[in-house]
Every structure is written in C-alpha cells, then in structure tokens.
C-alpha cells in the first residue's frame, strides 16, 4: 500500500473519496476562464500580455492535471486499502499498525503523518488526558483519562486513533482461510468520514420524509434527488454473486453437492415433534407412600414387591 | 558538563561490557555448533573487544561486528545424510552469519528485509540476526520466510550468558544420521517413540537443533556415574 509522500510538506489528509472528489470538483471550476475575466485580468495588470496568461493557465492546468491524477491516486489508495483490509483479523491490524510506528509514520494506513513522539514528560508510561470544560462528572469539571504513553504514541492524532479504530472494529476475527468465498466479500469495510456521511444522509433524508408529511399540500419541489453516492452505495450493494445465486450456479456446473457447501459435515437440524399431546397429570398417591414410598420416583425393590403382593391378595379377595 | 561527560562514558561502558558478553557468547554457540572458530576470537578480552569495536564516542559499533564462520569437517559430517540413491551427498550446512541490529528499538520488517536481503545475496547457509529489542510478529515470519536459508533471532540479552555452562544444565551432542539411525536399530525404536524437546528449547535454539534430529544428553548420575539419554527434536 502506498501514501503519498513529498508531494508537499505536510499534504492534506483526505481520507475519503467523496472529499478528494468535492476537491477535484472545486478546483476544476477554475481552470477555464471565460474570455470576460480573462481581459480583467489583462486590463488589471498593464505589464501582463495574452502571452503570459497563456503561459500561466498553462501551468495552471498542468499543476490540475497532477491534482487530479493525485487525487486519483489516493482513490486507488483507498480502494487497495479497503480491498486488502478485508484478509485481515484484528491482530494483524495491529501488526500493521506496530509496523508503521517503527517505521515512523501514524498507524492509520491512509495517513502520511508522523506519529506523536513523547507526549508530555519522557519516561512516564502514562499520560493525563484532560477533556473540554464541563465533560467532568455531573457536568462540572474536566474529565481526565489516564492514558498508556504508547498508546497515544501510536497515532499523529486523536482523530486518526478514531478512524483506526473505527476500521479494526469491522474486521472479521475468523482467519482468511476458514472463511468460505462469499464471506470475504461480505466485509465491506467503511472508512470513518464515509460512515458519517452516511449517516448524516440518512438524517437528512428523514428529516425531510417528515417534513414531507408535515407539509399537507403537496409541493412537487421537494421530490427527494437520489444523489450520485446514493447510486453508487446501491450498485455496490447489488451483488453480483449471492450466496443463493452462486449455490445454484455452482449445482448447475455440478462442482459439489450441496450438502458439503456448509463444511465439511452435512448437519441437518430437525425439531423433535412432542410424542403425545396430552398435557401430562400430576402424580397421584401410590398404595405405599403414606409410608415413605419411593425416593425421589425410586421405589426399592422389596416394596415394589409387597405392594404388587398386596395388589394381588386383594384381587383374589375380590374375586372371592 | 564535566559530570555530563562522565555519566555518558560509564554509560558507554556499560553498553560496551554488556555487549562484549553477548560478543564472547556468539562465538562460543558458533563453537559449540561446530563452525570453525579460533582461540582468539573465543577468548577476546573487554580491552581487545572495547579497541576494535567501539567508536569515537566510546560506544559500541554495531555495524562492524559482523561475523562469518565455516563449519568444521566434523561438523559436516554431522549434517549429512548418506543415502543409497544418493552415495556422495552435500552437508546440509554452510557459512554462518551473524549481524548485530544497531537500532535500539522498533526493530521491524524493514531491518529484516536487509537482513534477508544480506543472507540471500552473499548466499550464506545461516544467517543470524541479534537485536536489542524483540522484534515485531511480521518481522519474525518474515525471518523464516527465506526459502534454503536458515535465519534465526536472538536478543543481546538472550546471549549475555552462556546457558549451556551452567552447572544445571546437562551436555547436549547432536547425532549424526547414521549415529541417530544406528540408536534407533539398537533399541529398536522408530523415532516418534523417542523422548521430544522442542525446536524453541532454548539450548535447542542454541545449537540450531533442527526438526527430526536426535541430540544426546549426557547428565551426570549419583549411582552411574554418567547417564545418557536421548531427545527427538520437533
């Protein structure tokens, strides 16, 4: 994976795509000047001739086009990211995050900073960490966490801690080679900024269901525009391989039985159907338990005995 | 400014001694390997240590102490394994190396990769690899990644005493192929029905013991004077 580096001193962080493109987009709007603000231009600077704005919108261009290809870049980035992060279990993450900390950089994957070095005195292992005014219990005060130096040494900031672990959370702790195919897929992980993106759409998008249905007239203006990451959130949720779909292919090209798709066992769960459905009774007086009679439902032997003897001197009496 | 200086020189001096010890012990574990190494080197003293390794500074250069060593006749005679099919074969064993990581801590897969690099290149059987510091999970599958080479770690404090001269700790001799085949034919044994001891033994990572050898250990015994026994190494 790579972060860009060098480009500048200390180059932005943009982490998602939707702001590298809002980045692109804004800056693209200036880079064809119609020919009004061009002769302003001209008429402002009397030394200055077409040539030179020539000149210079060329290399404005120039430096846009590196924009541009940058920004793609990092798209790419993101993506590589994104795409590889799915192998990973959580210990690997922090693996790689170790590895970057040796390496001198955040441990968040898409930061080209430094991480933090020495927060506070040099060989304490712990950091007071204070919190806005009035975060302190009861709303008076400040809150303080004690926070292990190495694990605010870890990040270039408390933002990218975030992000970080924002990502570990989604990652699956079953190893890659236990996952069966359609599982890796199912990992989509999201970067931070995105998810509160989207958040915030779906926000919106209620907020204005509810205005919606405030508002008894009908207002054709406020049809709701499904935006163009709206689409492409629901292309990428239509999969092309579903697991039902791909079980039904794979029956078709006859690869392997249906049975051994779930593992290497066929497990079948069967409910056991109640035998009668008669409510049970409650258990009645036996002849000998005014005397003790069976322990606990255990009748010992020798009274099983007496008590059948009885039964039988009885019916002969009966009969009798 | 005075005291500043002299607190960096016995600073220096320690690093230097404690160095010296892990120095002399590498070169008794390659001795004890079987790799050729002489009586020089085994017995460097702190001053002879302290002129041709350390800097301006008084510090220690780690970059100088790089270490090569043959294996001995003896040794290779050790490491092969004669066969019908294959009557002349080549010892499983070659040129050692040892490299001292100069980085004090946060040692990680980039120092590794050169280390990887340096053995590969220069085609060394052996390479091993000491740090300060332990070294990070990828690095370490990284090190053991290198296909026909065998690479190790060890930290310097691992190293600053010998464990194997230690009165508990009984003698280990490796045994040959055939001294190893000629023990399973006498007690009629397969191997599995050895005795085991791990590869992550620490005098089995001392000796380099790999997977499927037999080493010998010779304990001394209050009514038999000396008992041996024998541990399959997995």
């Known amino acids: 994976m790579s972060t860009r580096q060098g480009s500048s001193p200390n180059p932005a962080l943009r982490t998602s795509l939707p702001t590298a493109f809002a980045s692109v987009v804004e800056e693209s709007s200036y880079a064809h000047p119609t020919q009004e603000e061009q002769d302003k231009y001209l008429q402002a600077r009397p030394g200055a001739t077409a040539r030179h704005l020539g000149i210079a919108l060329q290399h404005a261009q120039q430096i846009q086009a590196q924009k541009d290809a940058e920004g793609m870049i990092l798209d790419q980035d993101v993506q590589l990211f994104k795409t590889a992060l799915q192998l990973f279990r959580p210990g690997d993450y922090d693996n790689m995050i170790m590895e970057r900390n040796y390496e001198d950089l955040c441990g968040y994957g898409l930061c080209p900073r430094k991480n933090r070095k020495q927060v506070g005195a040099t060989g304490s292992t712990f950091h007071f960490k204070y919190g806005a005014k009035g975060s302190g219990p009861g709303g008076r005060g400040r809150a303080v966490d004690i926070v292990p130096r190495e694990n605010l040494e870890k990040w270039c900031s408390d933002e990218c801690a975030e992000r970080a672990l924002f990502i570990r959370v989604q990652l699956s702790e079953q190893p890659v080679w236990e996952r069966r195919a359609d599982e890796t897929e199912d990992i989509r992980i999201e970067l931070l900024e995105e998810s509160r993106e989207r958040r915030q759409r779906q926000k919106q998008k209620q907020k204005q269901k509810q205005q919606l249905e405030a508002g008894s007239s009908k207002s054709a203006s406020a049809v709701p525009q499904s935006s163009e990451s709206d689409i492409t959130a629901g292309l990428r949720d239509l999969k092309i391989q579903e697991a039902g779909r791909s079980q039904e292919l794979a029956l078709e090209r006859g690869d392997t039985g249906l049975s051994l798709r779930k593992g290497r066992v066929d497990v079948q769960l069967k409910e056991k159907e109640p035998s009668s459905q008669s409510a049970p009774t409650a258990p009645q007086l036996g002849p000998g338990d005014e005397m003790g009679g069976s322990i606990e439902g255990y009748i010992p032997q020798e009274q099983l005995e007496e008590s059948s003897n009885t039964l039988k001197d009885r019916d002969i009496l009966d009969q009798l | ?234």
């Open chain 2, 1 to 234: 400014m005075d005291g500043d200086v002299s607190a960096h020189s016995q600073e220096a001096e320690k690093e230097t001694t404690r160095l010296w010890r892990t120095f002399r012990t590498v070169y008794e574990m390659l001795a004890d390997r079987g790799y050729e190494v002489s009586d020089d080197e085994l017995a460097i003293s702190l001053d002879e240590f302290r002129q041709k390794y350390s800097d301006p500074m008084g510090y220690p250069d780690r970059n100088k102490m790089k270490i090569q060593a043959r294996p001995t006749k003896i040794m290779e005679m050790k490491y092969t394994l004669k066969t019908k099919s294959n009557p002349n074969p080549t010892p499983d064993c070659g040129t050692v190396y040892v490299d001292f990581c100069p980085d004090a801590s946060g040692v990680g897969t980039k120092q590794v990769r050169a280390f990887n690099h340096i053995v590969g290149e220069s085609n060394y059987h052996t390479g091993i690899f000491i740090t300060q510091t332990p070294i990070s999970p990828s690095a370490v599958r990284l090190l053991s990644s290198l296909p026909n080479h065998i690479c190790e770690h060890f930290q310097e404090q691992d190293l600053l005493v010998n464990i194997t001269r230690h009165e508990l700790v009984p003698k280990h001799v490796l045994l040959s192929p055939e001294e190893k085949a000629r023990l399973l034919e006498r007690y009629r044994l397969k191997e599995s029905q050895l005795p085991r001891m791990q590869v992550s033994d620490p005098v089995s990572r001392y000796l380099g013991l790999r997977r499927g050898q037999v080493v010998k250990i010779i304990r001394k015994s209050e009514t038999a004077g000396r008992y041996a026994s024998y541990r399959w190494v997995i």
